[in-house]
């Protein structure tokens, strides 16, 4: 009797055609110095992943890793508890690359998310030091035919409030449900593309 599940060929029980979604959000908090600025520090600013409700994530993260510009005293960073966050200060923006590395029990590979530090809103608005240009991105973990263990333990985690960051009272709010559905659609039209791109290949052959 087929019980949904399958064993993979590390010998795991996973669960077939199943996914396990968990919200997540990276972004970046930058504060203007002021007169306190200089040529070469201008702004400080923090980089950080959250729940998208705010919402601790130890059950299936073991620790979080930030990527600085190699110019950085140890570019290197990586935080094992929460809250997921790295504070510097600078004058440049740059990509930042987050990496998620999940609980033992997950048994799935690192995840990566790059994220832009953005220190000005855009010409057009001044700098102020009274509040942080922010910059969110709502993602989603998506966790494809998941092993049963860690799937049942999720679904079974009951939520509580993670550590505040330090950018806590400016951090967005997000329509879960709004995003997802943006985020199909998303995934629907580059379907399409690869679809239209593989007929197109396959009639000039």
């Known amino acids: 009797m087929d019980d949904g599940t399958f064993i993979d060929e590390n010998g795991d029980r996973r669960l077939r055609d199943t996914e396990l979604v968990v919200p997540v959000v990276v972004g970046t908090c930058a504060w203007w110095l002021g007169k306190k600025a200089s040529d070469t520090v201008t702004h400080r600013w923090t980089v950080y992943l959250r729940g998208a409700n705010n919402e601790d994530l130890t059950h299936i993260l073991s620790k979080v890793t930030f990527e600085l510009h190699h110019t950085f005293t140890n570019p290197h960073r990586v935080v094992a508890q929460p809250p997921y966050e790295v504070t510097e200060q600078g004058w440049g923006e740059f990509d930042i690359n987050i990496t998620l590395s999940f609980t033992p029990d997950c048994r799935e590979k690192d995840v990566s998310i790059l994220h832009r530090l953005k ?31 860690f799937y049942r333990r999720v679904v079974q985690h009951v939520p ?4 505040e960051l330090s950018c806590g009272p400016y951090t967005l709010a997000f329509d879960e449900r709004e995003e997802a559905e943006k985020l199909r659609e998303c995934r629907a039209r580059v379907a399409t593309m690869v679809a239209d791109v593989r007929k197109e290949y396959e009639g000039a052959r």
Not at 160 to 163: K, N, S, V
């Open 160 to 163: 509580r409030p993670a550590p």
């Open 119 to 149: 220190l000005y809103e855009n010409e057009n608005t001044p700098n102020t030091t009274k509040k942080p240009v922010m910059s969110e991105v709502y993602e989603e973990l998506v966790f494809s035919e998941p092993l049963e263990g």
